[in-house]
């Protein structure tokens, strides 16, 4: 089945360490976003990529960054610098240029220890 | 800058009760609308959509109209069911027709229902 792989379902994260959150999807889409999702709150962008090897920053980019080496793939680094990164974050994607919807994954809640 | 408010929740209604969930949004232009849809444990699904004024979005029984007088696009159901029960999400893109997928959210409604 085609989709959005986003792991791990969970994690945790130590003061002073970075972690990254894979993003993996099987759609042949072009485009794939990162969007941070806290209680009570409305989903913020974080970073966006329209195409492999390009991508842009969000509203909160500050404190987070991705790569797009390969189409299919977008991981998020959550460095050090991010001082709030307790939340549930959402990755998605969308088709091509000429479509807008989006097409989210089942997300990673991150925690702090 | 674009925003988008939705009713306060969480909302709580018994099965077979008719749902509205309230969405204003404030943006320059002509923005397309969305809800999203988002059941325990999984991500977003988009629900239905309308990308111009008067447009009514429609999708599994839930309607929403695009209201530019208003700048409102509120979500309804006739009769709503227990697996009904999830977060909704109002969400704008912006004017122009192309968001390149920069979505504004709203803040999320809960909805309950019970049997």
């Known amino acids: 089945d085609g989709g959005i792989t986003q792991s791990p379902k969970y994690l945790f994260r130590k003061e002073g360490q970075n972690v990254t959150l894979s993003c993996e999807q099987n759609?042949?889409?072009?485009?794939m976003y990162w969007y941070r999702q806290d209680p009570g709150q409305g989903l913020r962008l974080i970073y966006y990529?329209?195409?492999?090897?390009?991508?842009q920053k969000g509203d909160i980019a500050e404190g987070y960054s991705v790569s797009r080496e390969k189409k299919e793939s977008c991981p998020l680094t959550v460095t050090s610098a991010q001082k709030n990164p307790t939340a549930f974050y959402l990755c998605?994607?969308?088709?091509?240029?000429?479509?807008?919807?989006?097409?989210f994954g089942s997300g990673t809640q991150l925690s702090v220890l | 800058g674009n925003s988008v408010t939705q009713m306060e929740g969480p909302v709580t209604l018994s099965e077979e009760a008719f749902l509205t969930i309230n969405c204003t949004y404030t943006?320059?232009?002509?923005?397309?609308l969305f809800w999203y849809v988002q059941y325990p444990g999984e991500g977003l699904q988009l629900l239905l959509k309308?990308?111009?004024?008067?447009d009514k979005g429609s999708n599994k029984g839930f309607e929403a109209t695009y209201r530019k007088e208003t700048t409102s696009f509120h979500l309804e159901k006739g009769s709503v069911q227990v697996s009904d029960s999830a977060v909704y999400f109002c969400a704008l893109g912006n004017a122009g027709g192309t968001s390149y997928g920069k979505l504004t959210f709203g803040q999320g409604t809960i909805l309950t229902v019970h049997p």
């Open positions: 309308a990308t111009k004024a008067d």
């Open positions: 759609l042949n889409h072009d485009a």
């Open positions: 998605a994607s969308r088709r091509d240029s000429l479509t807008e919807k989006l097409f």
């Open positions: 943006a320059t232009g002509y923005p397309s």
């Open positions: 990529s329209q195409i492999v090897n390009d991508f």
